[in-house]
């Protein structure tokens, strides 16, 4: 049997190995014919040859990621370990910078790979489809650039819609003032919002429309300028909708579209206007499109295990 000697001399062993060793386990379900032993600073593993060089080379990747970026969880070592090359998980240094400081000191930065390329590609292009499930962090993501973007005065205004399919988009029947029938459908949006400015100050941008929220029946007949505009839940726009949102672009305008092709409420029969925007649109320059998926999930565990679990039955009934 042969035998691979790691030492970690630059790095803290304990926040490597994670809390109870929880990494050096996360290394064992995926090389299960390997002997993997840490204790110090020091990592022994026995096992064949060819499988010990895997070993090796996916473990100088993570050493590498954690020297860089000074921490690991799940989320990276599953992407590291099934990444066929380094360009897979891995992004310009840019893409990883700090966004913004939120509430409390909070530093929002991109937390994936494929949130470092949303990011990246955000900064090299006007329009930009967020793809992928929930929990991957496209709207919060979005929503943090929105802000950084705000703050370092490259725009005016942030507006950020969703179509309100479950109200039919008339919101007729819900009671209450405008922002109240809005609210539910919003909230996401508050939310991630209320995560990066200051709940006074938050109160203030809306109040005075450097920040509006609405729904996309309000988009008729605007041209959007000197905005960051984040249009939310896409996938349940309809072909007439996604037209008119996508032509009111205007001078100095950044436009972010995120959805999942996967939760689509519309009715049946109903082309979903996000699908066919990205059928339509997907050669055209100046137009990014990033694809997240189950690895980029940052909610609990189960969330990832939830997603997985219905992927395989989508699958087989498809």
């Keep these: 049997m042969n035998e691979l000697i790691i030492e970690l001399t630059e790095i803290n062993p304990r926040e490597f190995f994670g809390l109870q060793n929880s990494n050096i386990q996360l290394l064992k379900k995926y090389f ?7 204790r110090g600073s020091k990592m022994k593993v026995y096992g064949d040859e060819d499988m010990l060089e895997e070993f090796d080379m996916r473990l100088n990747m993570l050493l590498e990621h954690f020297g860089k970026y000074n921490k690991l ?12 090359s380094k360009s897979d998980y891995e992004t310009s240094e840019g893409s990883g910078e700090i966004l913004l400081h939120g509430v409390g000191g909070r530093l929002i930065k991109a937390q994936t790979a494929n949130q470092r390329k949303l990011v990246e590609c955000s900064y090299k292009n006007d329009m930009v489809f967020a793809i992928g499930p929930a929990g991957t962090g496209k709207t919060y993501t979005g929503v943090a650039l929105a802000v950084k973007a705000l ?11 969703r179509p309100a399919v479950e109200a039919g988009e008339n919101l007729g029947f819900l009671p209450g003032d405008l922002k109240e029938k809005l609210d539910p459908y919003m909230q996401p949006l508050y939310d991630a919002l209320r995560d990066m400015i200051p709940s006074e100050k938050l109160d203030s941008f809306i109040e005075k429309g450097v920040i509006q929220i609405a729904p996309m029946a309000f988009m008729r007949g605007r041209t959007l300028d000197n905005a960051f505009v984040i249009l939310d839940e896409a996938q349940n726009t309809t072909h007439a909708q996604m037209k008119m949102f996508l032509t009111r672009m205007g001078k100095n305008a950044k436009f972010i579209i995120t959805g999942d092709p996967g939760q689509i409420d519309l009715p049946r029969r109903v082309t979903s206007g996000l699908k066919e925007a990205l059928l339509v649109l997907k050669n055209i320059p100046g137009i990014g499109i990033i694809h997240l998926d189950d690895k980029d999930v940052i909610r609990h565990k189960l969330v990832k295990k939830v997603i997985a679990a219905y992927k395989e039955i989508e699958n087989r009934n498809g």
Excluded at 32 to 38: E, G, M, Q, T, Y
Excluded at 75 to 81: D, F
């Design 32 to 38: 299960p014919k390997l002997k993997i032993v840490a």
């Design 73 to 84: 969880d799940e989320n990276v070592i599953e992407r590291v370990l099934t990444s066929e």
């Design 151 to 161: 703050k370092e005065k490259q725009v005016r205004r942030i507006i950020l819609t």
